[in-house]
């Protein structure tokens, strides 16, 4: 269980929150504004933009997982981590995202609350509104388990 924690705490909030965020912010920045200027319009105007922003960004995290996980084993678990231990660490990673990504659920169920009739006609918005905190919500801790699991064995 104290390895799960520390893992949770080196890799969950160093690499994958706090380098995973200041990456993603840097290499999002430089995408929108590429993509503004051949667009002619920011790219979280357009479905497809902020899909591809959230797929470069969930990379990123991943990446930052990656480096964090390779480094905890030579530092910190030389012989691994029991499943057990990486379950903990997922676990509280899943409320560290589910911390992130409600209130941008809540605005989207806001703005279905306040505007059903609309939605009524045009479910596919709906969907597409959705699916991008949902995604984040369920990959990035299936991420997080997977390459923990890989490269923690």
Do not use: D
């Amino acid at each position: 269980m104290k390895n799960g924690i520390k893992h949770f705490f080196f890799v969950g909030v160093g690499f994958a929150l706090i380098g995973g965020w200041i990456f993603t912010v840097i290499v999002n920045t430089v995408l929108g504004n590429l993509l503004q200027m051949i667009l002619s319009a920011p790219p979280t105007k357009f479905y497809l933009g902020s899909l591809f922003l959230t797929v470069v960004s969930i990379s990123l995290i991943g990446s930052c997982e990656i480096i964090g996980n390779r480094l905890f084993r030579r530092r910190l678990a030389p012989t691994g981590l029991r499943f057990s231990s990486i379950l903990i660490s997922m676990l509280l990673f899943t409320v560290l995202v589910i911390g992130f990504v409600s209130p941008e659920l809540s605005q989207v169920l806001t703005q279905y609350a306040n505007n059903t009739h609309y939605f009524y006609h045009h479910g596919s918005e709906m969907l597409m509104v959705l699916s991008l905190p949902v995604a984040r919500l369920v990959l990035l801790p299936g991420l997080y388990f997977v390459i923990a699991r890989w490269t923690l064995r």
